[in-house]
């Protein structure tokens, strides 16, 4: 059985900055990629960042420059580390860790953390 735990939500004024800590149940190399999802009221679950298991990243557009996806192998955790942090921010923020190839494969989730952006 595979764990993801997620940690680090918290209200937070606009401008501020928080760190999102996910951490894995098995060695993270497991995973093809591992990454962080948002998912607002009212709104789809959608795409914040990735990091693949060689470290590459990639980040939703309006997050770029803003966040950083990282991940510490020793830890078997990742990071999602946010400043500038604006209302629209908003969100449950899960943790995510694919394993498989770009046709077949399968999702693992944490159970999320509340992020509140106050302006």
């Known amino acids: 059985q595979v764990q993801l735990v997620e940690s680090g939500g918290n209200l937070v004024q606009a401008g501020g900055s928080l760190r999102l800590s996910c951490a894995a149940s098995?060695?993270?190399?497991?995973?093809?990629?591992m990454g962080w999802y948002r998912q607002a009221p009212g709104k789809q679950r959608e795409l914040v960042a990735t990091?693949?298991?060689?470290?590459?990243?990639n980040y939703e557009d309006s997050v770029k420059g803003r966040f950083t996806v990282s991940r510490d192998n020793g830890k078997n955790t990742v990071y999602l580390q946010m400043n500038s942090l604006k209302p629209e921010d908003t969100a449950v923020y899960y943790c995510?860790?694919?394993?498989?190839?770009?046709?077949?494969?399968?999702?693992?989730w944490g159970q999320g953390t509340q992020v509140t952006v106050s302006s």
């Open positions: 995510n860790g694919r394993r498989g190839g770009s046709t077949l494969f399968t999702d693992y």
């Open positions: 098995r060695n993270i190399f497991w995973f093809n990629a």
């Open positions: 990091i693949s298991s060689g470290g590459i990243t």
